[in-house]
């Protein structure tokens, strides 16, 4: 298993242009995630989604669109790149967990620098 | 969702034993208490995670007060790969796709 694949790993944007964040599993994973970190900070969830079709909010979901079309992929779009929106972006996934807990799995990132 | 307060960061010597503190004084009856843990430069990392009973695991073990309204982390033999930035995050009823985390703790070893 490749596990959570995260693809670019590196980005530069100026700011207005838009851009898709790729994230991947094999897992056979429903719930998927996606969170930003900056420098210093916890990770912030942006959106998340509990299966094929279902996406949800986060705490900083703002400026960022999702849509999950198969269990295996949930992209995540920034609609009009900020200097805000710089920042490490991390994906997740993990079979269904509510009451029956089960480790999240981490994807290795994406660095975003918007200029 | 209710928060949890830890140590910005503490020190250990390596091959010592390290316990990590987290107070979680609003904990509801259904959160979970999970710990995730970051090393440099990479993606957070399950350790583990318990309701009301300790919890020990290959990694490392969770005691939990009582009262629940604190846990501790413990890594029984610190080694340097063990570096991390260590975050104790409440969970309603486990879920987790939708952790909130916070600032953890930044864990230093010393060989």
């Known amino acids: 298993n490749a596990g959570v694949t995260q693809t670019p790993k590196f980005q530069v944007l100026k700011t207005g242009q838009s851009m898709t964040l790729q994230c991947a599993q094999d897992?056979?994973?429903?719930?998927m995630s996606w969170y930003r970190q900056d420098p210093g900070m916890g990770l912030r969830l942006i959106h998340y989604?509990?299966?094929?079709?279902?996406?949800d909010q986060g705490e900083v979901p703002n400026g960022y669109n999702v849509s999950r079309s198969t269990t295996e992929d949930f992209p995540l779009r920034l609609l009009s790149a900020a200097p805000s929106q710089t920042s490490v972006y991390f994906c997740?996934?993990?079979?269904?967990?509510?009451?029956?807990?089960?480790?999240?799995?981490f994807g290795p990132g994406t660095r975003l620098t918007v200029t | 969702d209710a928060k949890t307060t830890q140590p910005n960061s503490m020190e250990s010597n390596e091959e010592e034993p390290v316990h990590l503190p987290c107070n979680h004084s609003t904990i509801s009856g259904t959160d979970y208490i999970h710990w995730y843990r970051q090393l440099p430069s990479q993606g957070p990392e399950y350790v583990i995670h318990?309701?009301?009973s300790n919890v020990n695991n290959r990694m490392a073990s969770l005691a939990i007060a009582e009262d629940r309204k604190s846990s501790t982390l413990i890594l029984h033999r610190a080694t340097l790969r063990d570096a991390a930035v260590y975050y104790c995050i409440l969970a309603y009823g486990g879920a987790t796709n939708k952790l909130i985390f916070g600032t953890g703790t930044l864990l230093a070893v010393q060989p």
């Open positions: 318990g309701l009301t």
């Open positions: 989604s509990v299966g094929a079709g279902i996406t």
């Open positions: 997740a996934s993990s079979p269904p967990s509510v009451f029956n807990p089960y480790e999240q799995y």
């Open positions: 897992m056979n994973h429903e719930y």
